[in-house]
């Protein structure tokens, strides 16, 4: 429901938990660029170090991603997320994505929270 009415205000359509989803799985994956990765989250390019510490962390590890419960205010939308990893999965917790030029985007603040996850940690701007 939350897409038909960002819809009717004129602002970004909701995203899909797939939309979502796939910003973070191509995030985790140590195959894609870190170049690729820059443009995934909002002002990525200032975590491209962070982003090379991860995909190095990364490299034969597989994680998965639930999102769900997603609200979108604006141009931002925040979701649970869920992240199972070869250890176990944690607990679910709220994630946000802005839309820049009709993609959604992950936050600075929450693409700091994945790459401290994966042992790159960045301070947010």
């Known amino acids: 429901m939350a897409s038909s009415s960002a819809a009717?205000?004129?602002n970004a359509a909701a995203p899909?938990?797939?939309t979502l989803q796939a910003v973070l799985v191509k995030l985790s994956d140590p195959a894609v660029p870190t170049a690729e990765k820059t443009k995934l989250i909002v002002d990525g390019e200032k975590r491209t170090a962070n982003i090379?510490?991860?995909n190095k962390g990364l490299a034969g590890y597989t994680l998965t991603y639930a999102v769900a419960d997603i609200t979108t205010q604006g141009n931002t939308a925040t979701a649970q997320v869920t992240i199972t990893s070869p250890h176990g999965a944690v607990p679910p917790m709220p994630l946000s994505w802005e839309n820049v030029g009709g993609t959604w985007k992950l936050s600075d603040a929450s693409g700091c929270l994945m790459l401290g996850f994966a042992q790159a940690p960045c301070v947010p701007a």
């Open 8 to 10: 009717a205000t004129g």
């Open 16 to 18: 899909t938990p797939e």
């Open 52 to 54: 090379d510490q991860m």
